[in-house]
């Protein structure tokens, strides 16, 4: 779904006109990012918050010519989905949940618990 | 930020209805993202960001006190991906592509 679907839905959802679901969805995604550029938190119960995130300046590499490259400190935004949202999303293969079968497990990917 | 000040900031800019109104055009914002990211399908919204619904495979993770292995089940989790529009507007020091043409020049080789 895009940004321009999001707002036919929403129209359609509300019986607003396209023009005005246009306005408001604009407006969320402009006072969202409004926040964020204040380095505010946003909220969204059900949804998910946003904060901004501190990162400072480091010394990386040029992956293709090995040069070292600095890195400036930089901010950057990160979403954490709301409970609700989160077992929306997974809802689907809840089944899997049953018999985690260790046979099919795959001992690589133990770095990235979460 | 909450979402009572979402509904607050299109209440005084869009107007013409009530906060009541504004409030239910909101709430039917987040409720539709939310119907279909539950469906597992991706919103993009330009100058923003993406959300996107990824498949996870059943993995081996550790209880961090014990170190036993634990599986962790194959679930979908929702990521989001910042646009370069608000990653710039978080960083508004930092000079439009100038890291990327600073990375690319670096990146030709020399000797071609």
Same mark, same amino acid.
């Given at each position: 779904m895009t940004k321009s679907e999001l707002i036919d839905a929403v129209a359609q959802r509300r019986r607003i006109t396209k023009?005005?679901?246009?306005?408001?969805?604009?407006?969320?995604?402009?006072?969202?990012?409004?926040?964020?550029?204040?380095?505010?938190?946003?909220?969204?119960?059900?949804?998910?918050?946003?904060?901004?995130?501190?990162?400072?300046?480091?010394?990386?590499?040029?992956?293709?010519t090995g040069k070292p490259v600095e890195v400036p400190a930089k901010r950057l935004p990160f979403f954490k989905v709301g409970k609700e949202?989160?077992?929306?999303?997974n809802a689907t293969p809840?089944?899997?949940?049953?018999?985690?079968?260790?046979?099919?497990?795959d001992p690589v990917n133990v770095e990235d618990i979460g | 930020m909450t979402k009572a000040e979402i509904i607050d900031a299109v209440y005084e800019k869009v107007g013409d209805f009530s906060k009541k109104d504004a409030a239910e055009i909101v709430e039917a914002v987040f409720d539709t993202m939310k119907e279909v990211l539950a469906n597992g399908e991706k919103i993009k919204i330009s100058g923003f960001g993406n959300f996107v619904v990824r498949a996870k495979k059943e993995r081996v993770g550790r209880n961090p006190q014990t170190g036993d292995p634990i599986p962790i089940s194959a679930r979908r989790v929702l990521t989001f991906k910042p646009s370069q529009v608000l990653k710039m507007v978080l960083n *508004?020091?930092?000079?439009?592509?100038?890291?990327?043409?600073?990375?690319?020049?670096?990146?030709? *080789?020399?000797?071609?």
């Open positions: 023009s005005r679901s246009e306005q408001v969805v604009n407006t969320v995604f402009e006072a969202m990012t409004a926040a964020l550029e204040n380095g505010d938190g946003i909220e969204i119960r059900g949804f998910g918050s946003f904060t901004v995130r501190h990162y400072k300046a480091y010394q990386g590499r040029n992956p293709r949202l989160k077992e929306l999303v809840a089944e899997n949940f049953e018999e985690p079968s260790s046979a099919t497990m | *508004p020091h930092k000079q439009k592509g100038s890291d990327a043409a600073a990375l690319s020049a670096d990146v030709r *080789p020399a000797g071609e």
